[in-house]
């Protein structure tokens, strides 16, 4: 069934544009959210900015939405105050605004950030453990226990997905294993949206790579099919750049670079 309302944070971001381009057909109307400038709104589309640490702004652009396409905050490894604003305050902040004004559904944009310390060579699936690779992955994994808080008392459903790498194609060899082809990414968000219980599973944001470490089949009643693969973009990469050695932390660690860094305010 087609939302009346679909709130987009983070907006301004590459996902949010993304989303904006090619998800107009899930609701009557698409209201769009970030701190960043954004495009004057079209047709069936509302523009708010808003910074996701002040309360109040953010019951505003919640407030009327039957959805929530929650994007925003910071997407890399940052400072800790700038982190704690967006994806720790302001995540807390969209979820109270959810429960204050009913909205029920919402798609929150995770990370394999926050599973980023498993090793390469073991499978994961939606009961593995945290394993944070950063401040940025920790915001995530804090995330994800306020979702569970807010479906377990008061009933708002959320797919927690786990984006992998969400560009138009891989851009290094360890894509070739976290690649989520826009097309599928958008193919997700139908699915989240369109199912008719959702409850509060973890999704984990991939496409249908033959190189794989993560397995969806606990949420395959959400009803999204990945039908892309990084596979034929192997032999351009493979020509382009030299893998990382395999003793190298970027390529033991699933989080890749964010795993093998250092403090970032270091």
């Not at 107009?24 to 109307?29: D, I, Q």
């Not at 004057?40 to 702004?57: K, Q, S, T």
């Not at 138009?168 to 070739?176: F, G, S, T, V, W």
């Not at 993560?214 to 192997?234: L, T």
Request: aromatic share 10%; proline share 5%; net charge negative.
């Amino acid at each position: 069934m087609k939302l009346k309302r679909l709130l987009i944070t983070g907006a301004a971001g590459g996902l949010g544009r993304l989303a904006r381009a090619r998800l107009g057909h899930v609701a009557e109307t698409i209201r769009l959210s970030d701190l960043s400038e954004m495009e004057p709104a079209g047709p069936n589309e509302e523009v708010m900015r808003c910074d996701l640490g002040d309360f109040d702004a953010v019951r505003a652009v919640v407030d009327g939405c039957d959805g929530i396409l929650h994007l925003g905050g910071v997407s890399v490894e940052n400072t800790f105050d700038a982190i704690r604003n967006g994806n720790l305050t302001g995540l807390y902040n969209t979820y109270e605004a959810a429960r204050q004004t009913g909205c029920k559904r919402i798609l929150f944009a995770s990370s394999n950030h926050a599973i980023g310390f498993h090793t390469r060579e073991t499978k994961l699936d939606a009961d593995a453990a945290f394993a944070p690779d950063s401040l940025y992955g920790v915001s995530k994994v804090f995330g994800e226990a306020v979702a569970l808080l807010y479906h377990d008392k008061f009933g708002i459903e959320t797919a927690r997905v786990r984006i992998g790498s969400c560009f138009p194609e891989p851009k290094d060899h360890r894509m070739l294993a976290t690649w989520l082809s826009p097309d599928d990414f958008v193919r997700l968000v139908e699915a989240v949206f369109r199912a008719p219980r959702l409850g509060c599973p973890v999704i984990y944001g991939a496409s249908a790579n033959a190189e794989t470490w993560w397995d969806n089949s606990a949420a395959g009643y959400v009803g999204w099919v990945p039908q892309d693969s990084s596979e034929p973009f192997r032999a351009k990469l493979d020509a382009a750049m030299t893998p990382p050695a395999p003793g190298d932390p970027v390529n033991r660690y699933q989080g890749g670079a964010f795993a093998a860094s250092g403090h970032f305010e270091d």
